[in-house]
């Protein structure tokens, strides 16, 4: 029966061991250790949710970084195909330029050979006029010493200048 | 599997160390009384006492050798006040000392009439404060690594990979479920509860210590506690559905309803205290039970005493083995039904829909 008798000084040591370790504990153990493992479980649940949006981020950069590469393909194809575009633009434009050039440069060239050859050939007129009044001045002359002779001579003078005219 | 096998040896040992202690009481005893009294050796172990008493050696001239620890005495009465001293000066109960006698291990007054309060700083006082140290200096320095970051943005390390598990269950499993909202405001005092009953019944199961969890003191405390702490966490719906039992006829109500709800109030912590208390002395009581059993058949003949202990001491082992699961179970349903009662005490009105 005694064993289920309380004895007072066990009662009174106990509720004393219990209130100072509850109040110690409480204030120097329990709230540190819960709010920590709060604290961790709230950061691993953090890391976690950042580590699935980072890789939710990270294909979506991907798909993001495909289509640029595609288009930037795209590009410079378009880029490659206007640049031969151009290029070929330019040539025949330089073609048909130097062509125009050319004629340009030949019409000239005729212009300034007919020019020559007109002053060319109103020189040689101016020459012959020239000549023509030396030799008449010399038939002239000799027409005052025999006049078959001069005759003759005319004649054949005349008929060198046609032969010469032409 | 080593560490398994490790654990049962040093489970084994430490109950050789229970055996040899009892042996060399029992065998004082037998020489004593030439008589075997097995009820009361197994009493004497699993009681308080004012001293820690290892063992007593009788010399052939009748004068005895007690390897003991004398602890304080501080006793109070109306008429003498206080007195303090060691436990020592009763000489093991053969001697008076202030006009005290110890007696049967109780302490009582000389002269008649004198009422005496024994506050002494008993064997499970002594063992508890010590359990308690150790508790308090293991919370605090695992509290003093949190604080410093460790355990907290790095992985936890030593003492708290051990304590936490058992802090997040209570937690988890016994303060969330149960109090489900109001968790927080209940949590310190669930696990202190835990931890209190749990390093007790631990160190109580060490040999040659002391029973603190398995004295009705002890749980007297941690049960008038649960009791108020239930009874401040009361609403008013708690003491409607005691006081006016809904949904049953008047007389019922008054008859039937009303004591049975009200007694309910004291049966619950009444319950935790035999429970614990029970557990714990059982749980002695059979492994010294066992041990004690090698004495009884010694004392027919010294053959099947010997003959019998190995059986014996396979049987404490196993008990013990199995006391250390229930060191565990039993700090844990207290705290488990001091919270389902916290819990039922606060309970909301959705309880009127179901009567």
Same mark, same amino acid.
């Given at each position: 029966?005694?064993?289920?008798?309380?004895?007072?000084?066990?009662?009174?040591?106990?509720?004393?061991?219990?209130?100072?370790?509850?109040?110690?504990?409480?204030?120097?153990?329990?709230?540190?250790?819960?709010?920590?493992?709060?604290?961790?479980?709230?950061?691993?649940?953090?890391?976690?949710?950042?580590?699935?949006?980072?890789?939710?981020?990270?294909?979506?950069?991907?798909?993001?970084?495909?289509?640029?590469?595609?288009?930037?393909?795209?590009?410079?194809?378009?880029?490659?195909?206007?640049?031969?575009?151009?290029?070929?633009?330019?040539?025949?434009?330089?073609?048909?330029?130097?062509?125009?050039?050319?004629?340009?440069?030949?019409?000239?060239?005729?212009?300034?050979?007919?020019?020559?050859?007109?002053?060319?050939?109103?020189?040689?007129?101016?020459?012959?006029?020239?000549?023509?009044?030396?030799?008449?001045?010399?038939?002239?002359?000799?027409?005052?010493?025999?006049?078959?002779?001069?005759?003759?001579?005319?004649?054949?003078?005349?008929?060198?200048?046609?032969?010469?005219?032409? | 599997?080593?560490?398994?096998?490790?654990? =049962? *040896?040093?489970?084994? $040992?430490?109950?050789?160390?229970?055996?040899?202690?009892?042996? %060399? /009481?029992?065998?004082?005893?037998? @020489?004593?009384?030439?008589?075997?009294?097995?009820?009361?050796?197994?009493?004497?172990?699993?009681?308080?006492?004012?001293?820690?008493?290892?063992?007593?050696?009788?010399?052939?001239?009748?004068?005895?050798?007690?390897?003991?620890?004398?602890?304080?005495?501080?006793?109070?009465?109306?008429?003498?006040?206080?007195?303090?001293?060691?436990?020592?000066?009763?000489?093991?109960?053969?001697?008076?000392?202030?006009?005290?006698?110890?007696?049967?291990?109780?302490?009582?007054?000389?002269?008649?009439?004198?009422?005496?309060?024994?506050?002494?700083?008993?064997?499970?006082?002594?063992?508890?404060?010590?359990?308690?140290?150790? =508790? *308090?200096?293991?919370? $605090?320095?695992?509290?003093?690594?949190?604080?410093?970051?460790? %355990? /907290?943005?790095?992985?936890?390390? @030593?003492?708290?990979?051990?304590?936490?598990?058992?802090?997040?269950?209570?937690?988890?499993?016994?303060?969330?479920?149960?109090?489900?909202?109001?968790?927080?405001?209940?949590?310190?005092?669930?696990?202190?509860?835990?931890?209190?009953?749990?390093?007790?019944?631990?160190?109580?199961?060490?040999?040659?210590?002391?029973?603190?969890?398995?004295?009705?003191?002890?749980?007297?405390?941690?049960?008038?506690?649960?009791?108020?702490?239930?009874?401040?966490?009361?609403?008013?719906?708690?003491?409607?559905?005691?006081?006016?039992?809904?949904?049953?006829?008047?007389?019922?109500?008054?008859?039937?309803?009303?004591?049975?709800? =009200?007694?309910?109030?004291?049966?619950?912590?009444?319950?935790?205290?035999?429970?614990?208390?029970?557990?714990?002395?059982?749980?002695?009581?059979?492994?010294?039970?066992?041990?004690?059993?090698?004495?009884?058949?010694?004392?027919?003949?010294?053959?099947?005493?010997?003959?019998?202990?190995?059986?014996?001491?396979?049987?404490?082992?196993?008990?013990?083995?199995?006391?250390?699961?229930?060191?565990?179970?039993?700090?844990?349903?207290?705290?488990?039904?001091?919270?389902?009662?916290?819990?039922?005490?606060?309970?909301?009105?959705?309880?009127?829909?179901?009567?």
């Amino acid at each position: 029966m005694d064993l289920l008798l309380p004895s007072i000084g066990l009662l009174f040591w106990t509720l004393l061991a219990f209130g100072l370790v509850y109040f110690i504990l409480r204030k120097f153990a329990w709230k540190i250790i819960i709010q920590s493992l709060i604290e961790r479980e709230q950061g691993i649940a953090e890391s976690l949710e950042s580590a699935k949006k980072l890789k939710a981020e990270m294909a979506l950069m991907k798909s993001e970084n495909e289509s640029l590469m595609a288009q930037a393909r795209e590009e410079r194809s378009q880029m490659l195909k206007e640049a031969k575009e151009t290029k070929d633009k330019v040539i025949s434009e330089a073609k048909e330029q130097a062509k125009l050039e050319a004629s340009k440069i030949i019409a000239d060239a005729n212009a300034a050979i007919q020019t020559e050859k007109l002053a060319a050939i109103t020189d040689v007129k101016n020459q012959i006029g020239k000549m023509v009044i030396e030799i008449s001045e010399k038939v002239l002359r000799k027409q005052l010493d025999n006049k078959p002779e001069q005759e003759k001579y005319i004649q054949q003078m005349a008929g060198e200048l046609q032969h010469f005219g032409n | 599997m080593c560490i398994k096998w490790l654990k =049962l *040896v040093q489970s084994a $040992i430490f109950s050789l160390f229970l055996f040899g202690f009892s042996t %060399g /009481v029992m065998a004082n005893e037998e @020489g004593a009384n030439q008589k075997l009294d097995p009820a009361k050796i197994i009493m004497e172990h699993i009681q308080d006492s004012h001293e820690f008493h290892f063992f007593t050696i009788k010399h052939a001239d009748g004068s005895e050798f007690h390897a003991t620890i004398p602890l304080p005495v501080i006793l109070y009465s109306p008429q003498k006040g206080f007195s303090f001293f060691s436990s020592s000066a009763f000489h093991h109960g053969h001697a008076e000392h202030n006009g005290y006698v110890l007696e049967e291990g109780k302490i009582h007054a000389v002269e008649p009439g004198v009422t005496v309060y024994d506050l002494s700083i008993t064997k499970n006082v002594v063992q508890m404060m010590l359990a308690l140290m150790i =508790l *308090v200096t293991l919370m $605090i320095s695992i509290a003093n690594s949190y604080k410093k970051g460790m %355990g /907290v943005t790095t992985a936890p390390t @030593g003492w708290q990979n051990a304590m936490e598990p058992v802090i997040t269950f209570v937690r988890d499993e016994v303060a969330k479920p149960n109090l489900a909202g109001k968790y927080h405001k209940y949590l310190p005092y669930l696990l202190t509860v835990f931890f209190f009953i749990l390093v007790n019944n631990i160190f109580g199961l060490l040999p040659g210590s002391a029973n603190v969890t398995g004295n009705i003191a002890f749980t007297v405390v941690l049960g008038v506690i649960s009791f108020f702490v239930i009874i401040f966490s009361t609403n008013r719906h708690f003491w409607g559905h005691i006081f006016w039992y809904p949904g049953v006829p008047m007389v019922v109500r008054l008859l039937i309803m009303l004591p049975v709800e =009200l007694l309910g109030v004291f049966t619950k912590p009444f319950a935790l205290i035999v429970r614990l208390f029970a557990n714990m002395v059982a749980g002695h009581i059979i492994i010294l039970s066992f041990i004690t059993l090698i004495f009884i058949f010694g004392s027919m003949s010294s053959i099947a005493g010997w003959g019998f202990s190995p059986l014996s001491v396979a049987f404490a082992v196993f008990i013990y083995l199995i006391e250390i699961l229930v060191a565990f179970i039993q700090a844990f349903i207290f705290t488990n039904l001091t919270a389902v009662f916290i819990g039922q005490a606060f309970e909301g009105g959705h309880d009127d829909t179901h009567h």
